[in-house]
């Protein structure tokens, strides 16, 4: 079973901190790996997108990394602040019909 | 505007009544797909239309969903006879037809059924 599971569930850091948000799927014939952001009662903003032949992609103080032979993707956060203080997804693609299948999500608060 | 719109953002309604969520996906994007986010179960996938093909609905949860999409452009999601556990937020996203673009979404449609 194609499978997406972030740890850990919640993570807390003081600002200023680099951190590292995890995400691994079972299956390394992944099409694209995407990373969200989601701000409670909003809907999702899309982070960066690997492509199953990309090692990793970066956006600004963003960094995400893949490994499809170990079944692992990293959304690094350089200088964290505490406006990035939100829920973090990995969603894989797997299928031709392109749909997403979600981690639970990491819960980060970055405190001031 | 140039993201994907939803509408109603907000949706009350009395269990056993029919609703109907809209989508306006990003111009000139063929590929729109429904997903629901629910408390206890993170997000899943409902359907999905590409252009003009035939609709993937592997993952509507039962016969009571169903969506259409008019003109390859604005698409509906229809719950008929909504029951308690429908209560989530129904969220929407298109894709350019580029294989493996990203998904850009839109804020959703809480959905609370009393």
């Known amino acids: 079973k194609q499978e997406v599971t972030q740890i850990p569930a919640a993570l807390s850091v003081p600002e200023g901190e680099n951190l590292v948000l995890n995400c691994s799927f079972t299956d390394s014939a992944i099409y694209n790996l995407q990373w969200f952001r989601q701000d409670p009662g909003k809907g999702l903003t899309s982070l960066l997108l690997?492509?199953?032949s990309q090692r990793e992609q970066t956006s600004g103080r963003l960094n995400a990394s893949l490994d499809k032979s170990s079944g692992r993707s990293t959304l690094y956060i350089a200088a964290s602040q505490p406006g990035d203080s939100a829920t973090y997804l990995c969603a894989v693609v797997w299928d031709s019909n392109y749909q997403l299948i979600w981690g639970a999500g990491t819960k980060l608060i970055i405190k001031p | 505007g140039a993201g994907v719109s939803q509408s109603p953002s907000n949706k009350v309604t009395e269990k056993g009544k029919d609703v109907e969520l809209r989508c306006d996906p990003i111009?000139?994007?063929?590929?729109l797909y429904w997903y629901r986010q629910s408390l206890g179960q993170g997000l899943e996938f409902l359907i999905y239309f590409q252009g003009n093909s035939a609709p993937d609905k592997s993952g509507l949860p039962s016969d009571r969903f169903s969506a259409e999409r008019t003109g390859g452009s604005v698409s509906t999601l229809t719950i008929q006879r909504t029951q308690q556990e429908d209560s989530a937020v129904y969220l929407c996203a298109s894709s350019s037809d580029r294989p493996g673009q990203p998904q850009h979404f839109g804020d959703g449609t809480r959905l609370s059924i009393l």
């Open positions: 690997i492509q199953s």
């Open positions: 111009s000139g994007h063929t590929a």
